[in-house]
């Protein structure tokens, strides 16, 4: 293999970058050189994904079966640097449980270093191309930086369990839409003026799906576009949003606004009957509805005491999430930050390529639009 074709090879495995950074902070000092996080086996981005789990090795030496002077045996050498017993016992204690139970073997963890060699080498041989100030294994290793700065930041974080119990009544409190759902249905529409196109319409789509909701759905999807005289809805394929027998806790005054607009005749009749299947055809002021929900979600009612261990988890994060933008802004401020918005709208939208043609599956065909973004027709 000549020079380029190394250089190729090691390249390809720039986002190992911050393994490549430790390796070289090592061998720019007297110090012995630290154990590279999570193995000769692991794959370049997955040694870029986890530098987080550094102190895993930090942590695994503590727990050392070795002592001091077993510790510090040299097994194997890779130019001036040495792999020492202790670097091997700790690189094995810090992988995963799945990966150490196949190491209970002489053999199997002389196949570890033999890996944790070749590893070294190309590290080596990366420094020696000067690959560590390639701009993307910079990049990589900045980022792995900032990851582990927040870390050593969020080491004092708030505890879920020492939320106070008043903080968490006061959540439950302040927020019973979350801890109180009536049930509720994703519901879909056709509107007619005429009770004969209703029921033809009906007839035609029970008749054409064959008891097949994928047939149905795109049934649904051309007939709805293309004869329903709601306009309004008709481009989200006659979607209505979630609605529910009552209002639910809670329930903002444009949610209230929502559900006033939608016939009562309409939800009332929209619990009668099972997903995906076409609803008998309903009378209001307004016309004839065609009508099928596409999903289903049960009631949920939540005590305190159900409640109170997701609460202090999201108190918590809200109060790691506040801290954590405190120590951004401070830190703006000590650097002086400044940002021109105009000369950002010099740079043209970057193109978006289009994904590839997906083949559709029954459950594909069967997925309905989304439809919390969908208007209602007054």
Known sequence: MNDHQTSQLLRAGAAAAASIALALAAAACDKPARPLPHGPGATADKLAAKVEDLPKVAESAKNSTLTAEQRAIVVAR????????????????????????????????????????????????????????????????????????????????????????????AYYDANPGVFHKPETVELSHMLFADKAQADKVKVELEKGAEGNTPKLVALWNDYVVRLSEDKATAPYLGALGSVSRQPPPGATSAELERRAQIPQALMDAAFAVEPFVVGPVVQSERGFHVWM???????????????????????????????RQKLIDDLKAKAKVTIDDDAVRLIVQPKVEAPPPKKPSGNDAATPPAAATSPVSP
């Open 78 to 169: 890779v130019g001036d640097r040495p792999i020492t017993l202790g670097d091997l016992e700790a690189r094995l204690q810090a992988e995963p449980n799945a990966v150490r139970s196949q190491f209970a073997s002489v053999q199997k963890r002389k196949e570890y270093l033999a890996k944790l060699v070749q590893f070294e080498v190309l590290v080596a041989e990366a420094l020696r191309q000067g690959i560590d100030k390639d701009p993307e294994v910079l990049e990589t290793t900045r980022q792995a930086m900032v990851r582990k700065y927040l870390m050593e930041e969020g080491k004092d974080e708030v505890d879920p369990a020492a939320v106070p119990a008043a903080d968490v009544k």
């Open 293 to 323: 929900t596409t999903s289903r979600s049960p009631a949920v009612e939540k005590s305190l005491e159900q409640a109170e261990e997701s609460i202090r988890a999201r108190i918590a994060k809200r109060e790691r999430d506040l801290k």
